[in-house]
C-alpha cells in the first residue's frame, strides 16, 4: 500500500498561485509513474499533469498548460519523496478537489492509478 498525503489546498483569488504538496513513501518516484488530477463538484475526475516513471517529460492537460508546473523533490536520504503542482494565474474554472496518484501506469491520462491520496481543496474566487 502506498499511502499519499496532499496539503497546501485553500481559498485564493483569481490571478493569483498555490503551490500544492503531495507527501509519498521513499522509493515512490523510482517505482511509480506520479500524476495529479482534480475533480470539481458534479464532474468527473480529471487528468492534470503527470511525470512518468520512464523519461523525463511531464505531461499537461491542455486547460493548464503553461499555468501550473509538475515536479519532485527526494530528500538526501531518500527518506521523503514530494509531488508538488505549482499553480499560477488560477481562475475560477480551477476550482475543485486536487489529488495525486501513483501507480504502474501507461495511460498517463487516465484515472486508472493504482494509488490516491486524499484530496486537498482548491478554491478560486473571482
Known amino acids: 500500500q502506498v499511502q499519499l498525503v496532499e496539503s497546501g489546498g485553500g481559498l485564493v483569488q483569481a490571478g493569483g498561485s498555490l503551490r500544492l504538496s503531495c507527501a509519498a513513501p521513499?522509493?515512490?518516484?523510482?517505482?511509480?509513474?506520479t500524476a495529479w488530477f482534480r475533480q470539481a463538484p458534479g464532474k468527473e475526475r480529471e487528468f492534470v499533469a503527470a511525470?512518468?516513471?520512464?523519461?523525463?517529460?511531464?505531461?499537461?492537460?491542455?486547460s493548464v498548460k503553461g499555468r501550473f508546473t509538475i515536479s519532485r523533490a527526494i530528500s538526501r536520504d531518500n527518506a521523503k519523496n514530494t509531488l508538488y503542482l505549482q499553480m499560477s494565474s488560477l481562475k475560477s474554472d480551477d476550482t475543485a478537489v486536487y489529488y495525486c496518484?501513483?501507480?504502474?501506469?501507461?495511460?498517463?491520462?487516465?484515472?486508472?492509478?493504482?494509488?490516491w491520496g486524499q484530496g486537498t481543496q482548491v478554491t478560486v474566487s473571482s
Open positions: 511525470v512518468p516513471l520512464i523519461g523525463s517529460t511531464t505531461i499537461y492537460a491542455d
Open positions: 521513499p522509493r515512490t518516484f523510482s517505482t511509480y509513474t
Open positions: 496518484a501513483a501507480g504502474p501506469q501507461k495511460a498517463l491520462r487516465d484515472p486508472t492509478y493504482a494509488y
